[in-house]
């Protein structure tokens, strides 16, 4: 297993029950899993088999029902025990970055102007050339002042991962970002992905159903019925042909 | 940078229709609004100049006798008790009195008034005293009484129109066969004085054959004398009644504060409906964007964040509805002065509607009220969106 230094997430026996009438549905069993700082893994499985909720558990959008969870070090989740609501939306906001399938871009806000939205909620100096600096390396500077309508959706996926961005991450969260695009589209954004991953050192966890996606990280870890079934290290991981 | 209230401005952008029929709404109730307190204000002040304007604030007549021109028509010019006008010497006498003014009211049955005749009211004053009293009577055409002899007559507005009568014409007092020329007209004041003539005391007296008796003396009381005191001394004159303007004021301001309740449930119900209306574009809109919500916190906003987000929205709609309906109240002002002259039984000159800048600070801090209390539910609401939902309604 390759890993880069130190655990950027270290996950211990995560558990999440979801009680259905009188049983109750193991949505993750039993999860144990690490992921380097700069490093790039997948999460593979069919629908239902829980990738969505390890992704949003290691996120800190949802508590597991139980288990360990560290990020970087510090325990955010630990047999019960958790954070405050307005800690974890700080770990939210310094640890993640997170694109999704929808885009959610606000549609009367420009290019520029949705990508500076997590500044209304915190002030950071140099904001302005950070958002700059994003915009640049996802190649949307162009449209920077065009509304989300007026530009194609594998740019509106870009623009998304730039708001993702420009709070410096540690962690980038991808869940299905290219379930709106076509394969063409799809594979840029991969690509874009795998450059963030290479040139910037971003650890990056990527949730996807697309075999051929999953193969531009270094690790691929394959879900089934809340289980890791299988955990897969690419021989040669490097930037899809293109 | 881009700020909160942009954001806030930009998300209301997005359903134009919704938000401008929303504005409308608050728009509508607004105008309602100023249009009422201006119209209270405007009533109040119209009305307090109307009774200035009557020169005297208490008026003694005999005890039953009509003191009022309508009623004296409706009893056919007759009813009149007089008093004699050695009351006068004791009224001067006291503290609180400025100046007294006696009157005289006679009315005939005229059978060439109108179609089927009709009862015209003479009103002898005493040339020296009730001009003085009466300062801001303004005349169209000539002026008072060359004499206090003179067989003369001042005429009101409306009795002038009505008799057709111009400074230099004579008037015919019918049954007495004396002829009085016409030397002054009054401009219109929307008192009852627009219907008297006008006629030197003590020609009325000779004239009806009521040497030394009033129908009534209008009393002026000094600036910052007590009223209430003086009416109490005056009600133990024998033989006469006290009517004191303030009175008459009052019971004009009960009725039409009765109808003032009214207009104002009505208004109540107009904004009502405009904070419902409100609250349900907001909450729409926040439900419609639950997943965006959801992403805004997970970039790291607070619930506060979010609550302040919507609360901006609310205020935004509300504001804007204010000040339109603000705009809308300033410029059909003069409509609804019309308007309110139709539906109320007695209205007093002058602007009725008055609306100052006051007023619409006051209404815009209403409507910035109003904004906030309809917005607590959906920016509650809104506050307590867990990041997740962003991802939930995702097919897995």
């Given at each position: 297993m390759k890993e880069k230094g130190r655990q950027m997430i270290r996950a211990r026996n995560?558990?999440?029950i979801y009680p259905r009438g009188s049983e109750e549905v193991y949505a993750i069993d039993d999860v144990s899993l690490g992921v380097g700082e700069g490093e790039f893994i997948s999460v593979i499985g069919p629908s239902g088999s829980g990738k969505t909720t390890l992704i949003n558990i290691l996120g800190c959008l949802e508590n597991p029902s139980s288990g360990q969870l560290e990020l970087d070090g510090k325990k955010i989740f630990d047999e019960g025990k958790f954070l405050s609501e307005a800690e974890l939306t700080r770990i939210r906001r310094e640890m993640f970055g997170y694109i999704f399938q929808k885009f959610y871009l606000i549609p009367t806000l420009t290019v520029l102007e949705n990508v500076m939205l997590p500044y209304l909620f915190y002030?950071?100096?140099g904001a302005e050339e950070r958002v700059r600096g994003v915009l640049k390396l996802l190649g949307i500077e162009h449209r920077r002042h065009h509304l989300p309508g007026q530009i194609s959706g594998g740019e509106m996926q870009r623009v998304a991962i730039a708001r993702a961005l420009v709070n410096e991450p540690r962690i980038l969260l991808a869940d299905e970002p290219t379930g709106n695009l076509d394969s063409k589209r799809a594979q840029e954004i991969g690509r874009v992905l795998r450059e963030l991953n290479d040139k910037k050192g971003l650890t990056i966890v990527l949730v996807t159903h697309n075999a051929e996606l999953a193969a531009i990280s270094q690790r691929t870890i394959e879900l089934r019925d809340g289980r890791i079934h299988r955990e897969t290290i690419s021989a040669l991981p490097g930037l899809p042909s293109g | 940078m881009i700020s909160l209230s942009q954001v806030a401005y930009k998300n209301l952008l997005r359903k134009k229709t919704r938000s401008l029929l929303t504005v409308i709404g608050i728009s509508l109730s607004t105008w309602v609004l100023v249009s009422l307190l201006g119209f209270n204000r405007g009533y109040q002040s119209s009305l307090n100049r109307d009774i200035d304007q009557l020169g005297f604030q208490v008026?003694?007549?005999?005890?039953?006798?009509?003191?009022?021109a309508a009623t004296l028509m409706l009893k056919g010019g007759t009813g009149l008790r007089y008093m004699q006008e050695s009351v006068m010497d004791s009224l001067r006498k006291e503290p609180e009195v400025e100046g007294v003014t006696p009157?005289?009211?006679?009315?005939?049955?005229d059978p060439n008034k109108g179609e089927s005749g009709g009862i015209t009211a003479y009103l002898g004053v005493d040339p020296q005293t009730f001009p003085r009293m009466k300062s801001l009577l303004q005349f169209r055409q000539g002026g008072w009484f060359t004499d206090p002899d003179a067989k003369e007559a001042v005429m009101g507005y409306e009795a002038a129109e009505l008799e057709q009568r111009e400074v230099g014409d004579?008037?015919?007092?019918?049954?007495k066969n004396v002829e009085l020329k016409v030397v002054g007209v009054l401009k219109r004041t929307g008192t009852q004085d627009d219907g008297t003539i006008f006629v030197p005391l003590r020609v009325v007296q000779k004239v009806f054959a009521k040497e030394n008796?009033?129908?009534?003396?209008?009393?002026?009381?000094?600036?910052?004398?007590s009223i209430d005191r003086l009416e109490q001394k005056l009600y133990d004159l024998p033989d006469v009644q006290v009517v004191s303007l303030a009175q008459v004021k009052q019971t004009i301001m009960s009725l039409v504060s009765s109808a003032k309740v009214l207009v104002f449930s009505i208004a109540l119900v107009a904004i009502l409906i405009s904070v419902v209306g409100v609250v349900n574009t907001i909450l729409m809109s926040v439900l419609e964007r639950l997943q965006e919500i959801g992403i805004l916190k997970s970039m790291g906003a607070m619930a506060w964040d979010i609550v302040k987000l919507i609360w901006l929205e609310t205020l935004i709609l509300c504001l804007a509805g204010g000040m339109l309906g603000t705009g809308l109240a300033i410029a059909t002002a003069h409509l609804t002065d019309i308007l309110i002259r139709q539906l109320l039984p007695y209205a007093p000159t002058g602007g009725l509607i008055h609306i100052d800048l006051g007023l619409i600070f006051l209404t815009l801090a209403v409507?910035?009220?109003?904004?906030?209390?309809?917005?607590?539910?959906?920016?509650?609401?809104?506050?307590?969106?867990r990041p997740l939902e962003a991802i939930r309604s995702e097919v897995e």
């Open positions: 995560l558990k999440k002030k950071a100096p | 008026l003694l007549t005999a005890k039953g006798c009509p003191y009022e009157m005289l009211m006679q009315a005939l049955f004579l008037l015919l007092i019918p049954e008796q009033l129908t009534g003396v209008g009393i002026k009381v000094k600036k910052e004398a409507m910035i009220f109003i904004g906030l209390v309809s917005g607590i539910y959906p920016a509650w609401k809104a506050g307590r969106v």
